[in-house]
């Protein structure tokens, strides 16, 4: 099968570069906790030949880990034993050229796999990629607006995919538009989220910071990323210093209304944001920091109302559901020589 490549290069969206975030109403969340605790199963890995690194995502209700130097796609069931592999290190049409990845997103047929250019390929039943840039050398100017002055957010990278369009959380090192030297006017114009059409390429960038980080500069010297998650027509973000989970549409990511409470205790960090559409649940992972100790929490949220904010281990990142079970990204322990996941059930 002869590979194609179509590189799609950005066309800006102009429309939202220049607007100034307004603050959206705040949702009345309920707390009704109903989850005291939760019980984590740890599950051994038995993945042979590996470099125990790579990125952990589910399809299709198919559980799979994508080695990031030897770009071997591992079926697993939600025992830790594997089913089946695929794809390698390669040039063939089922296979991904590079030495190493930066990225992964999938959903339904389609797999997206990020290099450190920035190029992603893009993958149809793991076979017969193109090729989509996230950068266009025809766009110079620094400008908020211009996504050529971001650079992805690499150590909290989050890629999300939907039928219709690819998302990565994004930020500025540029020397006239970044957050250092230019916190004040970084905090009112700066974009977080980028999101790539695949139909055409077009791309567009939103997610402005709240008030709460204009207000108090401090916050985005300490800690600009952010965590976020989208569902169909939903895009749910949470700034790693502010408490509260800011809903925006999905095509247009402008803000339409904000809920949450906050965390347990002090010195918090929100880490991740997921939803679960099986159950209509979205969880939150939060660390709490403390005499050089870190907590790890999980809040869990219905709709509007709080139902669990529990305790789990540390570095605890959730990436789907496979009934019965919710399942975690998989880890290695510190001289990669074992693998392990989390499931548990609510």
Request: aromatic residues 12%; contains cysteine.
């Amino acid at each position: 099968m002869k590979r194609t490549k179509l590189v799609l290069f950005i066309a800006v969206g102009m429309l939202f570069g220049c607007q100034t975030a307004v603050e959206s109403p705040i949702i009345t969340t309920i707390s009704d906790i109903s989850i005291n605790q939760i019980a984590c199963d740890s599950i051994p890995v038995l993945i042979e030949n590996s470099s125990a690194e790579g990125f952990t995502y589910i399809t299709n209700n198919e559980l799979y880990f994508l080695d990031k130097y030897f770009c071997r796609n591992y079926k697993i069931d939600t025992t830790g034993c594997v089913l089946m592999s695929n794809m390698g290190q390669g040039r063939a049409p089922h296979e991904i050229p590079l030495k190493e990845i930066i990225g992964v997103s999938a959903e339904g047929e389609n797999l997206f796999v990020l290099d450190a250019t920035r190029m992603l390929y893009h993958y149809k039943s793991f076979d017969n990629h193109k090729m989509i840039s996230t950068y266009n050398p025809s766009h110079t100017t620094p400008r908020y607006d211009n996504p050529n002055v971001y650079t992805l957010d690499y150590e909290e990278l989050n890629i999300v995919s939907t039928p219709q369009a690819v998302y990565l959380n994004i930020y500025s090192e540029h020397p006239e538009l970044n957050y250092i030297m230019h916190t004040s006017e970084y905090c009112k114009h700066a974009n977080v989220i980028m999101r790539i059409s695949l139909e055409d390429g077009n791309c567009i960038m939103g997610g402005r910071y709240p008030q709460s980080y204009v207000a108090d500069k401090k916050k985005i010297i300490q800690n600009s990323s952010i965590s976020y998650d989208i569902y169909d027509d939903v895009c749910w973000i949470n700034y790693a210093l502010d408490s509260l989970i800011h809903k925006c549409n999905s095509d247009d990511l402008v803000c339409f209304e904000r809920f949450g409470i906050a965390g347990v205790g002090s010195n918090i960090t929100y880490k991740q944001l997921k939803y679960i559409p099986e159950t209509n649940r979205l969880f939150r992972i939060y660390e709490q920091s403390q005499n050089d100790a870190v907590c790890t929490r999980m809040q869990i949220y219905s709709d509007y109302t709080l139902i669990a904010d529990v305790e789990v281990p540390n570095d605890f990142r959730i990436v789907g559901y496979i009934e019965p079970f919710y399942i975690t990204q998989i880890y290695s322990d510190i001289d990669l020589s074992s693998l392990w996941m989390y499931r548990f059930t609510l």
